[in-house]
Protein backbone atom coordinates (compact mmCIF):
# COMPACT_ATOMS: atom_id res chain seq x y z
CA UNK A 1 0.00 0.00 0.00
CA UNK A 2 1.69 3.35 -1.09
CA UNK A 3 1.82 6.00 1.55
CA UNK A 4 -0.56 8.81 1.66
CA UNK A 5 0.86 11.98 0.30
CA UNK A 6 0.40 15.23 1.69
CA UNK A 7 -2.20 15.90 -1.13
CA UNK A 8 -4.30 13.31 0.26
CA UNK A 9 -3.85 13.45 3.50
CA UNK A 10 -5.30 17.66 3.21
CA UNK A 11 -8.11 16.34 1.16
CA UNK A 12 -9.63 13.50 3.68
CA UNK A 13 -9.66 16.44 6.88
CA UNK A 14 -11.25 19.68 4.43
CA UNK A 15 -14.25 20.97 6.23
CA UNK A 16 -16.61 20.66 2.94
CA UNK A 17 -17.65 18.28 0.64
CA UNK A 18 -18.23 19.56 -2.63
CA UNK A 19 -21.47 19.24 -4.88
CA UNK A 20 -19.92 17.67 -7.26
CA UNK A 21 -17.90 15.12 -4.72
CA UNK A 22 -22.02 14.10 -3.06
CA UNK A 23 -23.02 13.49 -6.93
CA UNK A 24 -20.03 11.23 -7.75
CA UNK A 25 -20.47 9.33 -4.59
CA UNK A 26 -24.44 9.03 -5.06
CA UNK A 27 -23.60 7.70 -8.44
CA UNK A 28 -20.80 5.39 -7.67
CA UNK A 29 -23.09 3.78 -4.80
CA UNK A 30 -26.24 3.61 -7.71
CA UNK A 31 -24.45 2.31 -10.49
CA UNK A 32 -24.78 -1.86 -10.33
CA UNK A 33 -21.05 -2.00 -12.02
CA UNK A 34 -20.33 -5.97 -12.19
CA UNK A 35 -23.47 -5.74 -14.39
CA UNK A 36 -22.82 -3.06 -16.50
CA UNK A 37 -19.05 -4.21 -17.46
CA UNK A 38 -20.44 -7.64 -18.33
CA UNK A 39 -20.87 -6.76 -21.46
CA UNK A 40 -17.70 -4.41 -22.70
CA UNK A 41 -15.33 -6.89 -20.85
CA UNK A 42 -16.27 -9.92 -23.19
CA UNK A 43 -14.91 -7.38 -25.70
CA UNK A 44 -12.37 -5.70 -23.70
CA UNK A 45 -8.70 -6.15 -25.26
CA UNK A 46 -6.72 -8.73 -23.07
CA UNK A 47 -3.43 -8.58 -21.08
CA UNK A 48 -1.23 -10.00 -23.85
CA UNK A 49 2.98 -9.44 -24.49
CA UNK A 50 2.86 -5.86 -25.72
CA UNK A 51 1.42 -2.60 -23.05
CA UNK A 52 -1.10 -4.11 -20.40
CA UNK A 53 -4.43 -1.93 -21.19
CA UNK A 54 -6.02 0.52 -18.51
CA UNK A 55 -8.71 -1.31 -16.84
CA UNK A 56 -12.60 -1.39 -18.41
CA UNK A 57 -13.72 -0.49 -14.89
CA UNK A 58 -11.71 2.86 -14.75
CA UNK A 59 -12.07 3.95 -18.16
CA UNK A 60 -16.07 3.16 -17.91
CA UNK A 61 -15.90 5.78 -15.26
CA UNK A 62 -13.98 8.03 -16.86
CA UNK A 63 -16.21 7.68 -19.75
CA UNK A 64 -19.08 8.40 -17.41
CA UNK A 65 -17.31 10.85 -15.87
CA UNK A 66 -17.11 12.58 -19.27
CA UNK A 67 -21.02 12.31 -19.92
CA UNK A 68 -22.22 13.98 -16.52
CA UNK A 69 -19.96 16.86 -17.43
CA UNK A 70 -19.63 17.26 -20.69
CA UNK A 71 -16.36 16.96 -21.38
CA UNK A 72 -14.39 16.44 -24.52
CA UNK A 73 -11.51 14.22 -24.47
CA UNK A 74 -8.51 16.44 -23.70
CA UNK A 75 -10.76 18.06 -21.52
CA UNK A 76 -11.30 14.88 -19.35
CA UNK A 77 -7.52 14.35 -19.21
CA UNK A 78 -6.86 18.40 -17.66
CA UNK A 79 -9.90 17.66 -15.30
CA UNK A 80 -8.43 14.02 -13.92
CA UNK A 81 -5.28 15.79 -13.36
CA UNK A 82 -7.12 18.83 -12.22
CA UNK A 83 -9.93 17.65 -9.60
CA UNK A 84 -8.82 14.99 -6.82
CA UNK A 85 -12.87 13.60 -6.44
CA UNK A 86 -13.00 12.66 -10.43
CA UNK A 87 -9.23 10.96 -9.69
CA UNK A 88 -11.05 9.28 -6.82
CA UNK A 89 -14.46 8.23 -8.86
CA UNK A 90 -12.22 6.70 -11.43
CA UNK A 91 -9.45 4.57 -9.42
CA UNK A 92 -6.87 6.32 -11.10
CA UNK A 93 -3.88 8.04 -9.14
CA UNK A 94 -1.87 11.18 -10.64
CA UNK A 95 0.19 8.49 -12.23
CA UNK A 96 -1.98 6.74 -13.80
CA UNK A 97 -4.19 9.32 -15.67
CA UNK A 98 -5.27 8.16 -18.93
CA UNK A 99 -4.35 10.77 -21.97
CA UNK A 100 -7.06 12.06 -24.55
CA UNK A 101 -6.11 9.44 -26.96
CA UNK A 102 -6.82 6.23 -25.18
CA UNK A 103 -10.33 7.98 -23.78
CA UNK A 104 -11.27 8.72 -27.21
CA UNK A 105 -10.07 5.42 -28.71
CA UNK A 106 -12.33 3.62 -25.31
CA UNK A 107 -15.11 5.31 -27.07
CA UNK A 108 -14.92 4.08 -30.12
CA UNK A 109 -14.36 1.15 -29.00
CA UNK A 110 -17.86 1.31 -27.28
CA UNK A 111 -19.09 2.76 -30.76
CA UNK A 112 -17.71 -0.09 -32.76
CA UNK A 113 -18.93 -2.77 -31.00
CA UNK A 114 -22.83 -1.52 -30.15
CA UNK A 115 -21.89 -1.50 -26.37
CA UNK A 116 -23.79 1.57 -25.33
CA UNK A 117 -26.93 -0.18 -26.77
CA UNK A 118 -26.03 -2.77 -24.39
CA UNK A 119 -25.24 -0.97 -21.29
CA UNK A 120 -28.64 0.88 -21.96
CA UNK A 121 -29.97 -2.80 -22.11
CA UNK A 122 -28.38 -3.85 -18.93
CA UNK A 123 -29.62 -0.76 -17.02
CA UNK A 124 -33.30 -0.92 -18.11
CA UNK A 125 -32.98 -4.68 -17.23
CA UNK A 126 -31.26 -3.97 -14.14
CA UNK A 127 -34.13 -1.35 -13.04
CA UNK A 128 -37.28 -3.50 -14.33
CA UNK A 129 -35.78 -6.16 -11.83
CA UNK A 130 -35.83 -3.66 -8.94
CA UNK A 131 -39.68 -2.49 -9.57
CA UNK A 132 -38.45 0.68 -10.62
CA UNK A 133 -39.57 0.71 -14.61
CA UNK A 134 -42.89 -0.41 -15.00
CA UNK A 135 -44.49 -1.56 -18.37
CA UNK A 136 -48.27 -0.54 -18.08
CA UNK A 137 -48.20 3.09 -19.87
CA UNK A 138 -46.06 4.56 -21.86
CA UNK A 139 -45.15 7.94 -22.65
CA UNK A 140 -44.09 9.25 -26.02
CA UNK A 141 -42.03 12.23 -26.61
CA UNK A 142 -39.32 13.76 -28.75
CA UNK A 143 -36.70 16.58 -28.26
CA UNK A 144 -35.13 18.38 -30.82
CA UNK A 145 -30.95 18.45 -30.51
CA UNK A 146 -29.16 21.34 -31.94
CA UNK A 147 -26.30 20.75 -35.06
CA UNK A 148 -24.20 23.49 -36.42
CA UNK A 149 -25.63 25.11 -39.17
CA UNK A 150 -22.48 27.26 -40.55
CA UNK A 151 -21.12 25.86 -43.71
CA UNK A 152 -17.93 27.48 -42.54
CA UNK A 153 -15.55 24.60 -42.11
CA UNK A 154 -13.29 21.94 -43.77
CA UNK A 155 -15.91 20.25 -46.07
CA UNK A 156 -17.99 24.04 -46.38
CA UNK A 157 -21.43 21.89 -46.22
CA UNK A 158 -23.55 21.27 -42.93
CA UNK A 159 -24.10 17.49 -41.50
CA UNK A 160 -25.92 15.62 -44.69
CA UNK A 161 -27.49 13.78 -41.34
CA UNK A 162 -29.00 16.71 -40.18
CA UNK A 163 -31.97 18.54 -41.15
CA UNK A 164 -33.91 21.69 -40.67
CA UNK A 165 -37.73 21.87 -38.71
CA UNK A 166 -39.64 24.59 -38.16
CA UNK A 167 -41.34 24.84 -34.33
CA UNK A 168 -43.72 27.77 -33.76
CA UNK A 169 -42.02 30.36 -35.70
CA UNK A 170 -38.54 28.84 -35.24
CA UNK A 171 -36.77 27.17 -37.33
CA UNK A 172 -34.10 24.78 -36.14
CA UNK A 173 -31.41 22.30 -37.47
CA UNK A 174 -29.92 19.20 -35.91
CA UNK A 175 -31.69 16.15 -35.56
CA UNK A 176 -34.65 14.25 -32.74
CA UNK A 177 -34.95 12.02 -30.19
CA UNK A 178 -37.66 10.11 -30.09
CA UNK A 179 -38.15 8.34 -26.31
CA UNK A 180 -40.74 6.07 -24.80
CA UNK A 181 -40.82 6.11 -21.14
CA UNK A 182 -43.10 5.23 -18.13
CA UNK A 183 -44.96 7.34 -16.31
CA UNK A 184 -42.39 8.19 -13.91
CA UNK A 185 -40.14 9.17 -16.88
CA UNK A 186 -37.69 6.29 -17.32
CA UNK A 187 -36.74 5.83 -20.51
CA UNK A 188 -37.13 2.25 -22.12
CA UNK A 189 -37.16 3.16 -25.97
CA UNK A 190 -34.83 5.82 -27.40
CA UNK A 191 -34.81 6.54 -31.33
CA UNK A 192 -32.88 8.76 -33.30
CA UNK A 193 -33.79 10.94 -36.39
CA UNK A 194 -33.49 13.98 -38.69
CA UNK A 195 -35.04 16.86 -37.17
CA UNK A 196 -37.21 16.90 -40.26
CA UNK A 197 -39.11 13.93 -38.94
CA UNK A 198 -42.29 14.24 -37.49
CA UNK A 199 -42.88 12.41 -33.88
CA UNK A 200 -45.74 10.02 -35.42
CA UNK A 201 -43.21 8.77 -37.92
CA UNK A 202 -41.74 6.90 -35.52
CA UNK A 203 -44.15 6.47 -32.30
CA UNK A 204 -44.63 2.63 -33.01
CA UNK A 205 -40.69 2.48 -32.75
CA UNK A 206 -41.08 4.21 -28.71
CA UNK A 207 -43.68 1.33 -27.96
CA UNK A 208 -42.60 -1.80 -25.93
CA UNK A 209 -45.86 -4.01 -27.20
CA UNK A 210 -47.13 -4.15 -23.67
CA UNK A 211 -49.05 -1.08 -22.96
CA UNK A 212 -52.36 -0.36 -20.89
CA UNK A 213 -52.18 2.98 -21.71
CA UNK A 214 -50.24 5.28 -24.00
CA UNK A 215 -50.08 9.66 -23.33
CA UNK A 216 -48.28 12.38 -25.76
CA UNK A 217 -48.97 15.23 -26.79
CA UNK A 218 -51.04 16.62 -29.45
CA UNK A 219 -47.54 15.52 -32.28
CA UNK A 220 -48.91 12.05 -31.81
CA UNK A 221 -53.09 13.04 -32.54
CA UNK A 222 -54.01 10.12 -35.02
CA UNK A 223 -57.72 8.78 -35.02
CA UNK A 224 -56.48 5.12 -36.48
CA UNK A 225 -53.72 4.76 -34.37
CA UNK A 226 -56.65 5.97 -31.39
CA UNK A 227 -58.98 3.03 -32.83
CA UNK A 228 -56.18 0.40 -32.80
CA UNK A 229 -55.42 1.07 -29.65
CA UNK A 230 -59.22 0.69 -28.51
CA UNK A 231 -59.67 -2.25 -30.05
CA UNK A 232 -56.54 -3.80 -28.38
CA UNK A 233 -57.86 -2.51 -24.85
CA UNK A 234 -55.27 0.59 -24.83
CA UNK A 235 -56.22 3.12 -23.61
CA UNK A 236 -55.31 6.44 -25.35
CA UNK A 237 -54.65 9.64 -23.65
CA UNK A 238 -53.38 11.62 -26.07
CA UNK A 239 -56.11 13.53 -27.45
CA UNK A 240 -57.02 14.80 -24.26
CA UNK A 241 -54.12 16.34 -23.58
CA UNK A 242 -53.18 17.62 -26.49
CA UNK A 243 -56.45 19.54 -26.18
CA UNK A 244 -56.47 20.42 -22.47
CA UNK A 245 -52.77 21.42 -22.10
CA UNK A 246 -51.48 22.21 -25.63
CA UNK A 247 -53.65 24.77 -27.27
CA UNK A 248 -54.04 28.24 -25.82
CA UNK A 249 -57.30 30.60 -26.61
CA UNK A 250 -56.06 33.78 -28.45
CA UNK A 251 -58.04 37.18 -28.50
CA UNK A 252 -59.11 38.79 -32.12
CA UNK A 253 -57.26 41.82 -33.38
CA UNK A 254 -58.20 44.82 -31.10
CA UNK A 255 -59.96 42.85 -29.03
CA UNK A 256 -58.75 41.85 -25.62
CA UNK A 257 -58.91 38.04 -23.77
CA UNK A 258 -62.30 38.32 -21.31
CA UNK A 259 -61.43 36.52 -17.73
CA UNK A 260 -62.91 33.66 -18.36
CA UNK A 261 -60.45 32.80 -21.87
CA UNK A 262 -57.79 34.12 -19.56
CA UNK A 263 -58.40 31.59 -16.27
CA UNK A 264 -58.43 29.03 -18.98
CA UNK A 265 -54.86 30.29 -20.06
CA UNK A 266 -53.42 29.95 -16.94
CA UNK A 267 -54.76 26.54 -16.15
CA UNK A 268 -53.71 25.21 -19.22
CA UNK A 269 -49.87 26.53 -18.59
CA UNK A 270 -50.16 25.09 -15.02
CA UNK A 271 -51.08 21.92 -16.23
CA UNK A 272 -48.07 22.34 -18.53
CA UNK A 273 -45.80 23.17 -15.42
CA UNK A 274 -46.68 20.53 -13.35
CA UNK A 275 -47.88 17.16 -12.37
CA UNK A 276 -51.08 17.66 -11.81
CA UNK A 277 -53.96 15.06 -9.78
CA UNK A 278 -55.44 13.73 -12.84
CA UNK A 279 -54.18 10.71 -14.51
CA UNK A 280 -54.57 12.17 -18.16
CA UNK A 281 -52.49 15.04 -17.51
CA UNK A 282 -50.52 13.24 -14.81
CA UNK A 283 -47.70 12.58 -17.85
CA UNK A 284 -46.48 15.79 -19.17
CA UNK A 285 -44.30 16.73 -16.32
CA UNK A 286 -42.47 13.40 -16.62
CA UNK A 287 -42.27 13.35 -19.82
CA UNK A 288 -39.97 16.16 -19.40
CA UNK A 289 -37.96 14.77 -17.00
CA UNK A 290 -35.56 12.53 -19.05
CA UNK A 291 -34.65 15.26 -21.32
CA UNK A 292 -34.33 17.76 -18.37
CA UNK A 293 -31.72 15.53 -16.76
CA UNK A 294 -29.33 14.96 -20.20
CA UNK A 295 -29.83 19.10 -21.50
CA UNK A 296 -29.78 21.22 -18.25
CA UNK A 297 -28.10 19.15 -16.29
CA UNK A 298 -25.38 17.43 -17.64
CA UNK A 299 -25.30 20.06 -20.87
CA UNK A 300 -26.66 18.17 -23.69
CA UNK A 301 -28.00 20.57 -26.18
CA UNK A 302 -26.12 19.85 -29.01
CA UNK A 303 -24.71 16.99 -30.80
CA UNK A 304 -21.30 16.35 -30.24
CA UNK A 305 -20.28 14.39 -33.27
CA UNK A 306 -21.28 13.71 -37.11
CA UNK A 307 -23.67 11.75 -38.30
CA UNK A 308 -26.55 10.08 -36.35
CA UNK A 309 -24.74 6.94 -35.61
CA UNK A 310 -22.16 8.65 -33.22
CA UNK A 311 -24.77 10.58 -31.77
CA UNK A 312 -27.51 7.70 -31.49
CA UNK A 313 -24.87 6.29 -29.79
CA UNK A 314 -24.15 8.62 -27.28
CA UNK A 315 -27.99 8.86 -26.31
CA UNK A 316 -28.03 5.39 -25.62
CA UNK A 317 -25.16 6.38 -22.60
CA UNK A 318 -26.98 9.47 -21.95
CA UNK A 319 -30.85 8.04 -20.60
CA UNK A 320 -29.19 4.99 -19.57
CA UNK A 321 -27.33 7.15 -16.63
CA UNK A 322 -30.71 9.28 -16.82
CA UNK A 323 -32.44 6.44 -15.82
CA UNK A 324 -30.10 5.60 -12.37
CA UNK A 325 -29.74 9.32 -11.69
CA UNK A 326 -33.75 9.89 -11.86
CA UNK A 327 -34.41 6.42 -9.45
CA UNK A 328 -31.38 7.16 -7.29
CA UNK A 329 -34.09 7.37 -4.22
CA UNK A 330 -35.00 4.35 -4.50
CA UNK A 331 -31.50 2.27 -5.22
CA UNK A 332 -29.82 4.19 -2.34
Known amino acids: MEPLSF ?12 RRERFLEEMNAVLPWEILLKPIERKYP ?4 GRRPIGAE ?10 WYALSD ?31 KFRHFLEAHGLTEALFEQAKRYLSRQGLIVSEGTIVD ?34 KAHVGADVKGRVHSVVTTA ?26 AD ?33 RLNCADVSFNKKSNRTRARVPACACCLTHADREHPFGVIKHLWGYRKVRYRGLAKN ?13 YMARQELA
Open 223 to 255: QTRKEQAESNDIEWRVPACAQRAGRLRKARRGK
Open 142 to 175: ATIIHAPSSTKNRERKRDPEMKSTKKGNTWYFGM
Open 46 to 49: KPGN
Open 74 to 104: PGMEDSLYDVESMRRFAGVDLNGVPDETTIC
Open 58 to 67: VMLRIYFTQQ
Open 312 to 324: TAHLFTLFALANF
Open 7 to 18: SDMAYRTKKKQT
Open 195 to 220: ASVHDSKVMDACLHGKEQTIYGDKAY
